[in-house]
Structures are given as C-alpha cells and as structure tokens.
C-alpha cells in the first residue's frame, strides 16, 4: 500500500525533495502533494536580484515543469495557503476549505525576510505591509520592482549590509542606478568579517561606485515621492538618505508559524532530530530554511554547540536528498529506528559573487594575531594552540586572513584575492593542511601567474551549493554539453547561489580546447 505524502511550500529545496521522490512515486510506494503559496513553481530565489537587475531571465529561474510532474502523477496545488495542520487526523486544512490527508508531512516554508520596525511601514511581523517603493526582494514581482528602477537609472537605496544585499547592491550599480548602501555598524559584513576586512571591502564597494552609509541606524520611512511611493530613509542622527527605491535586506526569519500552531517544538526554527522529524512526532518532517537540527537529546555531543538553520540553499539540497531516501524506505517498510541518520552539515563557505568584488569568508575570524591568547597559549589538553596569520593592501583592495589549528584552517577570509580564496575554500573543505609558508598561497595572486592559473580544479567541487564536482562537469562537456545552463540542466552544478559560473565556463573551454587541439 502506497503512503501519502504531503509537502507545505514549493521553493527550491522542496523542488528537490519532489524531484528526488519521483522514482518513488513511479514505483507505486508513494502518492506525492505539493502545496505551494505562491502562484508559481519553484524558482531559484537566490537569483532573484540578478533577474531585478536584467542578468537574468525568470525561465532560467525555474527549477521544474508542473506539467512534466503532473504527468509524473505528483499533485501540484499552486497559489493555496494551508490554514492549519489537524495532527490528531493527520491532515492539512487548506484556505479553500479542502482537506489533504497524509501519511508523512514535510514542512518546506523557507524563511521570511526580516523587516525592521521603521515608521511608516506596518510592523506586523507575520504579514508586513509595505509601501510603494519598499521590497525585500524575495520573489518575482520583488524583482520587476528592481527591474524598473535599475531600467530607469533611479537612486536605489539597500538597507542591510549581507552578502545578498551586497550583491543587489553591486549588480544595480553596475547596471545604471545610483546606490547606497545603509548598515548598522562599522563595516558591511559585521556579523562576518573583521575590522581589517571590512575596511577593504568598504572601500572596494565605493570604488565599484556603491556609496556606504555605516554606523547607520534608521528609524523610518519617508514616502513622499508623487505616486505615494518611498522617497527617504530616515536616520536617528535626524539625517535622511534620499531615493527612489528601498531595498530591506536585514536577513530572514524561519517560518514556523504553521508548526507552531499545531503544537510542535520550535526553537529558532522547527526543531527536528538527526532524521529531520520533528520532536515527538515521528509522521512530521522538516527541510530547509524552517528546520532546525536539535534532537531532544540533552546529552547529544552533536547538538552541543548546534545553531539555527543556516540559510544557504547547498544544506537545504542536501536535507531534501538524504529525506528522499528515507521516505522511500519506510515507504517500502523499512524499520525507522535501524536507518541511518543524516551526516553531519559541515561548516558553510560563504561567497560573495559580484563583477569587480572578489570575497571568500568561512569559519570563526575573531582572532587577533597579536591576541595575548594566540601569542602566550599553549596547547590544552593536547589540542594544538591556534595561530593567526594576515595580510593586508589596502590601496589595491586586497586583505587574507587565515586562522589555524595544528596547521588546519579554522576559519578564513580573502577579499580582492580570488585564486587565494579558491585555494582556502577547497583546503578548508578537506580539512587539508597549509603549507608552513603561508606565503606561498598568497603568490598565487601575484603578477607571475600565467593567466587562468585560477581556474577551477576538475578533482575539487566546484558547485558547492549542488555538490557537483569539476570532473562531473568535465564529463557532461565531453557528452556534449557547451553552455553554463546546458551543463546545470545535466549536472545541477550553478543551479544554486550561481557564484560558481565563471568556473564552470572556464572548465567548458578547457574541454573544447583540448578537443580542438
């Protein structure tokens, strides 16, 4: 007998948990139901920006054919909104007044971004009002609003100092609007980043043409543009930074509201044990943006030091993959308590990709090397001591940062040094160990390396977010693949942050050169 299985939100992870069960579904053993929010299907939202910006298309977007799923006999339901889940009969009230039973439910919400509590906007959390001229940027008509002032040259104000706001930041400059960037603190990436990196990246930004307003805290909005729209950013020194057009990007919020109000455990998001089922209930899973890794397990080492849901698309991904699986399993009768677990996250890698602006930044970057710790501590209980080493040109915008134990990265940052970043991103995924001049690396960015010596490796991962490594790339060329989007429809390498395109077009000419020679 065939489970039902119901999926709550159609965004990219839950794109993938679909496409993932599909061989399941064709087998008999599963009956699958999406229930999306919005009136289209899943769509990479991280790209969202380059669309606003006209990089982009929203057919390149998608990340499924409804139709094509339909055939496949999953039951796609778009533009509905699910009132509540009723545990006790094991179904899900939607706003239409249907019912869905299931047998396995998966929450798949993502997150909601973040809005200040400015005046002028409403400060209702839950379902924020926006004015005319306020997006956060989050789905395609967010993206049209971008598009039509980035079209028009108008001034575009970002309120949040992220990575994404960064690159919206970056993006619409270069495409023709006047931009400002607002952040509270003193420099983007605070949460991040160290005082020296953040003073190179200012300054980068403002000589890609972003002006930086730092140490900014805003207080409201003004909207009296002639439509009624935004018209100022208002600051608590009493000063007002002028625009167009406000983009809120001050992070996201798990949605968790649904698993709240049928009585699940939350923390920051919905908290679900080591097989992502939520705490006491073992016919409720969750995935993504709104899951949060924390079994009920006190003594759990693993959970010691765990933190909230990361954020990034490449965990969520890789959620939706394991969770596959071990649907299909107990599908098939398999026991429960006998699968294994999921493995473990490791630590994210965190990317800025812009024209012109060039950021790596991973693990804990606090670490002073003149700290009294790092110069007089030993090694404690047999644990190395950590070392700190750092460079910095500040004219020609270029700063590392390496943070080591026993010679093992544990945390890095370049800024304005792409093949010393790749060569760190790919030592910290392994685990590897630097050489003991640190130097050497740093070499690789200088004047004496021969042009695309930093291109990507084909025996390293080069789609982080997918997993996808350079040889799997390499071999979807050799069976005929030429273009970027060729190759992520073959290989699902791009399909995520879309920071690794350049590599993945460097390695497609390293094949067709060879061939040609």
Known sequence: MSEQIVIVGFGPVAARLVDELLPAVRSGHVRLTVLGEEAEAAYNRVLVADLGVGRTTADALALTDTSDLAAEGVDIRLGIRVRRVDRARQQVVLSDGASV??????????????????????????????????????????????????????????????????????????????????????????????????????????????????????????????????????????????????????????????????????????????????????????????????????????????????????????????????????????????????????????????????????????AEPWDEEILTAGAVNGRPRRHVSQWADPEHGRYVKMTTRGGVLEGLLAVGMPRTAAELVGLFERGAELPADRSLLLRLDGPDQLPGGGAADPAGTVCRCAGVSGAAIMTAASDGCSTVAEVSKATRAGTGCGGCHEDIKGLIERHFQAAAA
């Not at 002032?149 to 930041?169: F, S, Y």
């Not at 990196?197 to 909207?223: I, K, M, P, Q, W």
């Not at 990361?310 to 596959?324: H, I, N």
């Not at 990709?353 to 693990?363: F, I, P, S, Y």
């Open 101 to 366: 039973h299931y047998d396995r439910l998966v929450f798949a919400t993502g997150s909601r971004p973040v809005i200040p509590n400015l005046t002028g906007i409403n400060p209702d959390p839950s379902s924020p009002v926006l004015p005319a001229g306020v997006t956060a940027l989050r789905d395609l008509r967010d993206a049209e609003v971008l598009r039509q002032a980035v079209d028009g040259g108008k001034r575009v104000v970002v309120l949040g100092g992220g990575v994404l706001g960064l690159e919206t930041a970056l993006a619409a400059s270069e495409e023709g609007a006047t931009v400002t960037v607002v952040h509270n603190g003193p420099h983007p990436l605070g949460r991040s980043i160290d005082r020296g990196g953040g003073a190179v990246l200012a300054a980068g930004l403002r000589r890609c043409g972003v002006r930086v307003a730092g140490n900014a805290r805003s207080t409201g909005v003004e909207h009296n543009a002639p439509d009624g729209g935004f018209s100022a950013l208002l600051l608590d020194d009493g000063s007002a930074i002028d625009g167009d057009l406000l983009v809120i990007s001050c992070g996201v919020r798990p949605r968790t509201e649904l698993a709240e109000g049928c009585g699940l455990s939350t923390g920051t998001g919905i908290l679900v044990d080591h097989r992502l089922r939520a705490h006491h209930e073992p016919h409720i899973f969750a995935i993504g943006d709104c899951a949060e890794v924390r079994c009920p397990d006190p003594g759990c080492a693993a959970c010691r030091h765990a933190s909230g849901p990361s954020g990034l698309v490449g965990p969520g991904w890789r959620q939706a993959e394991w969770l596959a699986g071990y649907l299909t399993l107990l599908a098939e009768g398999a026991d429960a308590d006998v699968l294994p677990a999921l493995p473990p996250e490791q630590p994210g890698v965190v990317v800025l990709k812009a024209r012109g602006m060039n950021l790596a930044v991973a693990g804990d970057n606090a």
